[in-house]
């Protein structure tokens, strides 16, 4: 494969020209800040491009690697983080018009570990409003550089868009029902959702508290596993965050797929809602992984669509919670699709809830037993590449749903299992396919190292036509 411009390199590659000294990250910032305005004004996928803080940034990095004083492979990185990220100074509005005037006097969690990594943080990234899956009409919707009229995913829409069109190295991402792993695969990037708890949601706006998970979103498993890394570990500010230690995330690079267990349901994977071309790719790839040593392992799923009807529950009401301060007192400053979310969440009883909430460990258990005989599940990201969308629809009503579309990525959110998502090559129409792989609760390394594997025997790396 010939070798990719450098906007569209891994960290890995910019990491080592930056460690020789062969690239400054002032040069390397510079060169993202001028991409950035030459095409962002098309793509939509910056809420706020922060070029003076990111500049200083890059400044302090390269002085800090002259003098001797090298962090780690994200250090002098430009990355970027989705806009429900608290940012001290800068404006953090989760896609939502009431919150225009929030501007945080801290930084999360996960941005503050970027800063100690020596990331160089270039601005925040647009999403869908309130991270559900619409848009409110006060703000851009990002538009995937596959195909203008084609969905870039939610709610992390802007972070898809932004790492795949190499208008940032790596982002990060959040998923309640498979808002990293939709836009992963609809923009044609890697992406990583956690174990739940592995990172910190402090000073992260909520969705839905008891299934967010923060995550990045990049162009390969090593980077993710890079990015994963830094943002990993316990915090006390944040009390459900997990206290399990922090492993070697990159452990596993190079070490292939001999012996993993990897379980399979044909039906689950191909079931009448899923495009042909998406399960043909995921078969492939399982298919060559057992041709590197994997095991196949046959398993059956269960129905997924009572789970995913009680995450409808769930999440609306938890996001009716979440808002609480401003909905219903402000329904007018938001948009039609999540108003209607939050209008839907208000709705339910604490009967409803507690139905929905049994269903879900219903789910969890029988999760469990399937886990118990392998490593890891091979299965798409999404049940069809980047359909065809309008605006009028990204920005409401919201319609009728049953919530099928999450048939890969909910009952993950429910058990909070990590998952990994890699680009798969392309369909007959020229759009990304994806390829998802869940593991057990805290085995990212295993799913790192899995990802890199897949990757080495497929390059399937993705470079958009812009």
Not at 318 to 338: L, Q, V
Not at 419 to 439: D, K, M, R, W
Request: net charge negative; glycine share 10%; with cysteine.
């Amino acid at each position: 494969m010939a070798e990719a411009l450098l906007h569209y390199q891994t960290i890995t590659e910019v990491a080592e020209r930056i460690r020789s000294r062969e690239i400054s990250p002032v040069e390397l910032t510079e060169a993202q800040l001028n991409r950035i305005a030459a095409l962002d004004g098309e793509l939509k996928s910056y809420a706020t491009v922060m070029a003076e803080l990111a500049m200083a940034a890059a400044r302090t990095a390269e002085q800090e690697i002259v003098a001797g004083r090298y962090r780690g492979p994200l250090h002098g990185v430009p990355v970027a983080v989705k806009d429900l990220c608290f940012t001290a100074g800068v404006a953090t509005m989760g896609g939502a018009q009431v919150l225009w005037d929030l501007v945080p006097d801290f930084d999360s969690t996960v941005v503050s570990k970027l800063n100690d990594a020596g990331a160089v943080i270039l601005g925040k990234l647009n999403l869908t409003e309130g991270a559900m899956a619409g848009y409110n009409p006060a703000f851009d919707i990002p538009i995937n550089p596959w195909g203008a009229d084609r969905w870039a995913g939610a709610s992390s829409s802007g972070s898809g868009v932004a790492t795949a069109a190499g208008l940032c190295y790596g982002s990060l991402g959040s998923d309640t029902g498979g808002s990293i792993r939709f836009p992963a695969a609809a923009c044609g990037t890697v992406g990583i959702k956690p174990t739940w708890g592995r990172v910190s949601r402090y000073g992260v706006l909520a969705l839905a508290e008891s299934l967010d998970h923060v995550g990045p979103m990049t162009r390969s498993a090593a980077d993710a596993g890079i990015m994963l890394q830094a943002l990993a570990g316990h915090d006390s500010n944040d009390p459900t965050s997990l206290r399990a230690p922090v492993p070697d995330m990159l452990a596993g690079l190079g070490q292939g797929v001999a012996g993993v267990r990897i379980g399979v349901d044909e039906e689950y994977i191909s079931g009448d809602d899923v495009d042909a071309e998406v399960a043909a790719a995921v078969m492939a790839g399982a298919r060559l992984l057992e041709s590197m040593g994997a095991v196949l392992v046959p398993v059956r799923m269960p129905d997924i669509l009572p789970y995913s009807l009680a995450w409808g529950v769930l999440c609306a009401a938890e996001a009716a919670n979440a808002h609480i301060d401003t909905y219903p007192s402000r329904a007018d400053d938001y948009g039609p699709w999540f108003r209607g979310w939050l209008e839907l969440g208000c709705k339910y009883t604490a009967v409803d809830y507690a139905a929905a909430n049994l269903v879900r460990m219903e789910c969890n258990g029988v999760l469990a037993g399937i886990f118990t005989g392998i490593d890891v599940l091979v299965c798409p990201s999404m049940t069809t590449p980047p359909g065809r969308v309008t605006p009028e629809e990204l920005y409401g009503p919201m319609g009728d749903d049953e919530w099928t579309w999450g048939r890969f990525t909910i009952p993950y959110d429910f058990n909070g299992a990590p998952t990994i998502s890699l680009p798969a090559g392309l369909n007959s129409e020229g759009l990304p396919l994806s390829i998802q792989f869940v593991g057990r609760h805290l085995a990212e390394p295993l799913l790192v190292q899995v990802g890199d594997a897949y990757e080495r025997a497929t390059e399937h790396s993705l470079w958009p036509p812009v």
